[in-house]
Nanobody
């Protein structure tokens, strides 16, 4: 059972930056893909960015050029550097992990609020 714990959310003004972190434990050696999704009020959860254990990344179009995902395999930790934040980035951000056998795991979520 993989356990994911996020940190780094908060309140920031538009144009500002935040860095999210997600530490995995409890079988983290089995993780292949890690990443971030977000869910705004009244909307479905959607992909923000993913990164494989080999460092291959995938970004949603709405964050390309603004957000950067990275991963420290030795620490079983994934990061999301968010720059040039916009009010529409306001959401709960969830850490995600998929293990080699196909199971998906989620963190508890961290709130990101971007004010005008």
């Amino acid at each position: 059972q993989v356990h994911l714990v996020e940190s780094g959310g908060g309140l920031v003004q538009a144009g500002g930056s935040l860095r999210l972190s997600c530490a995995a434990s409890g079988g983290a050696f089995r993780i292949n893909v890690m990443g971030w999704y977000h869910q705004a009020p009244g909307k479905q959860r959607e992909l923000v960015a993913l990164i494989t254990s080999a460092g291959i990344t995938n970004y949603a179009d709405f964050v390309k050029g603004r957000f950067t995902i990275s991963r420290d395999n030795a620490k079983n930790t994934v990061y999301l550097q968010m720059n040039s934040l916009k009010p529409e980035d306001t959401a709960v951000y969830y850490c995600y992990a998929r293990v080699l056998t196909g199971e998906n795991y989620w963190g508890q979520g961290t709130q990101v609020t971007v004010s005008l």
